[in-house]
């Protein structure tokens, strides 16, 4: 968005892409995502908030947003290339990313009928 506002296009439709040997420039192709989650590693590290996120973490919040704006699953799938609706699910859900004992606080308890 930047470049356009500049009269500028952007060298590539990759939002991210690898330096060339010269770091002069760009390559022609997009970064792998193991690339990317060691650059945003790095960058929290630096900024010492790194608590152990991941790129899922990210994808997750954009996953989430779409669902409480009332996107539905199928729709959510095609946009984050998800296979399936169950995968989806998975991460639509707002606790499943949380360590176990915090997701098991947070679940609603099952009513035990008494015989």
Do not use: C
């Not at 939002?15 to 970064?31: I, V, Y």
């Not at 590290?45 to 790194?50: I, R, S």
């Not at 973490?57 to 199928?74: W, Y």
């Amino acid at each position: 968005m930047y470049l356009h506002q500049h009269g500028m296009e952007p060298p590539f439709s990759y939002l991210f892409s690898p330096l060339t040997r010269d770091q002069q420039g760009f390559k022609a192709e997009g970064m792998t995502s193991s690339a990317i989650g060691k650059r945003v590693k790095q960058h929290l590290e630096t900024a010492t908030l790194y608590a152990g996120e991941s790129n899922r973490g990210f994808r997750r919040g954009h996953i989430q947003a779409d669902a409480a704006a009332g996107v539905s699953t199928s729709q959510i799938g095609l946009q984050a290339h998800i296979k399936t609706s169950a995968i989806a699910e998975l991460y639509k859900n707002p606790i499943r990313h949380l360590p176990r004992a915090e997701r098991l606080s947070k679940r609603p308890h099952a009513l035990i009928s008494q015989p």
